[in-house]
């Protein structure tokens, strides 16, 4: 079995391919992943999966070629059974050398890929000619079939696993919560409002501080500390005009701009409620599924994968996409819950994770996927 990506950096994908492979391995497959590299094949390999370095991250059609010969070869001399690409730019190489070498071709939709144009449509194609298509939500399986013409017939929604072994309030020690809360400059007695992830337009920070100023305004005073927590990855012009809006908003004393975190468990432990204020839909909404695993209550838009990962009046709140008073209406609401409606959030939300968006529940997802195209007859 054969995992294709760019590159295993920290993301979605990488962990999804890693989760899978370690699943592979203890049902007793033979698991390869080829990609760039990155910092977590080191994971991979102590989990027994063997990773093979080739660049598939590149877009130039010339290494894309290339690649289909490297990739034919690792087929046929590994041997490989099955080819799984999880990203556009190698499912170009992956497939073709799948079809060289008769194994089947599976492909994952980790997001709605745009196709308002016919290069976008073009550059995606490869994804939705498969011998199945995995799609990470019911929203991306919708968007394969009506954009991409993909046959319902062979799509499967599997969504993203979240480890609750790792994300478990029970194993988050008073110590990392106290370190990272000096770190942020928190204030003791006030609420805190966390949006984690990258700091792109996209995420919707500008929302979120619109929301902050008309909350202010309507309570008359600042007692909340907002933290924005993501890398700015090289943005820095955004991260400026993310920094003028706080001062024009007279924030600076309340918002918090530290930059990323390694140890996620505790930002959430922080959190009093965990926002994703995404202006335009995203595929599955990993930051809604681990904060409500760690018991905290959500707010995010109303569109994309977090119709399916939050429940509205049970674990949280979803507001129309860039809409700053709704945003703000649903702050309030958070910031005023009781101590006990709190805990029993936190308990609805983390039954939520436990049924429906496991490691687990992913990996039996994908190698019921792969033993029904390698052994149809079982079916």
């Known amino acids: 079995m054969l995992q294709v990506l760019p590159a295993l950096v920290t993301g979605g994908v990488e962990r999804g391919t890693v ?17 760039a590299g990155g910092p977590m094949v080191r994971e991979l390999e102590r989990a027994g999966a063997v990773h ?38 190698p499912a170009w190489s992956a497939r073709a050398a799948a079809r060289r070498c008769h194994v089947p071709f599976v492909t994952t939709f980790h997001n709605a890929y745009k196709a308002h144009n016919w290069f976008k449509r073009f550059w995606a194609g490869p994804m939705a000619r498969a011998d199945h298509v995995v799609a990470i939500s019911n929203f991306v399986a919708e968007h394969a079939h009506r954009r991409f013409g993909v046959p319902e017939s062979l799509i499967t929604v599997i969504p993203r696993g979240t480890d609750l072994n790792w994300f478990d309030p029970s194993r988050v020690y008073p110590d990392r919560i106290a370190k990272l809360a000096k770190e942020w400059r928190l204030v003791d007695g006030l609420p805190v409002i966390l949006l984690p992830g990258r700091l ?30 993501g890398d700015n990855q090289g943005r820095n012009a955004y991260q400026a005009e993310l920094e003028e809006l706080i001062a024009r908003y007279d924030l600076k004393t309340s918002v918090r701009l530290p930059g990323g975190a390694k140890d996620m468990p505790a930002a959430y432990m922080l959190a009093d409620v965990v926002v994703s204020a995404s202006i335009e839909p995203e595929g599955f909404g990993r930051i809604a599924v681990e904060a409500q695993a760690m018991g905290k209550p959500v707010i995010a838009t109303d569109h994309g994968g977090a119709r399916e990962t939050v429940l509205p009046g049970d674990t949280g709140w979803l507001v129309p996409p860039g809409d700053a ?47 029904d195209l390698l052994f149809p007859q079982r079916g």
Request: charged share 25%; proline share 3%; no cysteine.
């Open 325 to 371: 008073e709704k945003l703000a209406e649903a702050l309030e609401a958070a910031l005023a819950l009781t101590p006990q409606r709190r805990l029993q959030i936190a308990a609805l939300a983390r039954a939520h994770v436990q049924r429906r968006f496991t490691v687990d529940g992913m990996t039996d997802g994908y190698l019921k996927v792969y033993t």
């Open 200 to 229: 792109t337009r996209w995420k919707g920070h500008a929302v979120l501080l619109r929301a902050l100023d008309i909350l202010a305004r309507r309570r008359g005073r600042q007692d909340f500390t907002a933290v924005l927590l």
């Open 19 to 35: 989760d899978t492979a370690k699943a592979l391995v203890r049902a007793g497959w033979k698991a390869y992943v080829a990609s």
């Open 52 to 89: 093979v370095t080739l660049p598939m991250a590149s877009k130039n059609p010339l290494q894309i070629w290339r690649n289909v010969e490297k990739l034919e070869e690792l087929i046929r001399t590994l041997p490989v059974d099955l080819v799984h690409v999880r990203s556009r730019a």
